[in-house]
């Protein structure tokens, strides 16, 4: 009820899609970002078991942001299909499907921070292991849970070129904010597919990380946007 009468208020829906994708922005910012880079210590499994029992509560803030995250983006996803559905509802639907996937993964992926807490504060019931073994589990299912964002960033990257398309068809964007979306979603396919592949390369991961810069540059420039002018026609 309260989602129909705002989108009666076309300015109002705008500005509360912006608010959620920062919201989105910043709290990922700090879940997907920094949180892991506190605790996990590539190459290091003792290291980043002393971290993870030495920062329990910024790991748990972590998870909690990851659980916003993913439930933000279900909305997030719906409310961007009702803005644009008008202008390529095909595209829309490529966008919003691929949006929703990642969402789905990224709740499965949270599984692999279940298990280093288990093994963290829950040593009685896993009394047969040893520290080594404990230590090499905890970050082997940290690497899993990385493993798990490069497989949600393939349909973050579909999500992205299809909603640049849209943005592209719906003339009331600016001009180059589609286009730049569309050629930064490249950076995070890229990105994901050679991680996954382990591919070695200085090369390419030059030329993603060019385009994951394009890719943030332009969500950013979308936020701004709906919060801003969104519902305003393109001069």
Not at 49 to 68: H, M, P, R, V
């Amino acid at each position: 009820m309260i989602f129909s009468k705002i989108q009666t208020q076309n300015r109002l829906y705008f500005q509360l899609a912006g608010a959620l994708y920062m919201a989105i922005a910043v709290i990922g910012g700090f879940s997907i970002g920094y949180m892991p880079t506190t605790i996990v210590v590539d190459g290091d499994a003792a290291l980043t078991f002393e971290n993870l029992s030495n920062n329990q509560s910024i790991f748990k803030w972590g998870i909690a942001g990851d659980i916003f995250v993913l439930m933000a983006e279900v909305v997030l996803s719906v409310m961007l299909f009702q803005l644009f559905k008008s202008f390529s509802k095909t595209s829309l639907r490529i966008a919003t499907y691929s949006r929703l996937a990642m969402a789905i993964i990224m709740g499965i992926n949270l599984i692999n921070y279940a298990v280093p807490e288990i093994l963290v504060s829950d040593t009685d019931a896993l009394g047969s292991l040893g520290k080594g073994e404990m230590e090499a589990l905890t970050l082997l299912f940290f690497k899993m849970h990385k493993a798990g964002e490069m497989v949600w960033q393939v349909f973050f990257s579909i999500h992205l070129f299809a909603l640049g398309y849209a943005l592209i068809e719906s003339k009331i964007t600016p001009k180059w904010l589609g286009p730049i979306m569309m050629v930064g979603s490249f950076g995070y396919g890229g990105d994901c597919m050679t991680q996954l592949l382990f591919i070695e390369s200085k090369g390419l991961s030059m030329v993603f990380s060019a385009l994951l810069v394009l890719a943030v540059v332009s969500e950013l420039w979308l936020i701004f946007w709906l919060l801003i002018k969104g519902g305003v026609k393109r001069a």
